[in-house]
Each structure stands twice: as structure tokens, then as C-alpha cells.
């Protein structure tokens, strides 16, 4: 190797981290599957505040608007399955995808962390997803 092309080896050290997170090599599949976990339990144990929570706000206020009333009361007129464990969990920017073993979960990434966009989806064969909670 010679020494020009050695020097260029080595100034491209410093773009290694930004080329491995393009290339897709990053940390947010266990944060969005931790996220998602934390609504199933929420959803589970009927903890509603925490359910509220962990909603998107364009979720929970469409959501609120739908039911009339606020996000603890509305949770009454929503049917979710209980979902399990995540089987798969697929991240592209600041969206992922969770899937559950009885449900599937939309999640986006906010400052403060992974918000459920959408839960209680069913995949339809060449049609989006059928979400029983989404938001706008």
C-alpha cells in the first residue's frame, strides 16, 4: 500500500460512524421493541394513564375527538388484542413497525422517546394496514 493511499485509508476513519448509521447498523430496534412492550403491559393491566401516554399526539387526540372525551375514557371504546411478545421489529428513520405475535404496532420516534402511531393492525393482502387506533 502506499503512503497517499494510506493517508486516504486513515481520513476516512473519522466518517466510519456516520457511513455504519447510513448503512442502516443502528440502536433503535431495541428502543422502539421496548417501547412497544411497554404499551402491551400497559394495555394488559388496564393502566390507562400509561396507555395515554405512550400515544403518538396526533393518536391520542384523534382518538379523543373520535370518542369524546378524554384519552382514559375513550381507551373504553377501543378493542386491541392483547399482542405478546414482539416476533419482528423493523425501524426506517424515525418510523418502525413491531410486530406482535396476536397484533401489529406503528411507532415514531419524538423527542421524548418512541409513541404508538397506530395499534390493533391487521395486515390485508395489497391494501395498507386496518388499524383499530391510528392517528391523523
Not at 394495555?43 to 372525551?69: F, I, K, M, N, Y
Not at 391494501?127 to 387506533?133: G, I, M, T, V
Request: glycine residues 8%.
Amino acid at each position: 500500500m502506499t503512503v497517499s493511499r494510506l493517508r486516504r485509508s486513515w481520513t476516512l476513519l473519522p466518517l466510519l460512524p456516520v457511513l455504519i448509521l447510513l448503512s442502516g447498523c443502528d440502536n433503535r430496534s431495541p428502543a422502539a421493541r421496548s417501547a412497544a412492550a411497554a404499551f402491551e403491559q400497559a394495555w394488559e393491566a388496564h393502566d390507562v394513564e400509561a396507555v395515554c401516554a405512550a400515544l403518538a399526539p396526533g393518536t391520542r387526540s384523534e382518538l379523543e375527538s373520535d370518542e369524546q372525551a378524554a384519552c382514559p375514557e375513550a381507551l373504553a371504546g377501543v378493542s386491541l388484542p392483547v399482542g405478546g411478545k414482539a416476533r419482528s421489529v423493523n425501524v426506517h428513520g424515525r418510523q418502525a413497525r413491531v410486530v406482535l405475535a396476536s397484533d401489529t404496532l406503528f411507532l415514531s420516534l419524538f423527542p421524548g422517546g418512541w409513541k404508538v402511531v397506530a395499534a390493533g393492525c391487521s395486515p390485508r393482502p395489497d391494501k395498507p394496514y386496518s388499524c383499530e387506533l391510528k392517528g391523523a
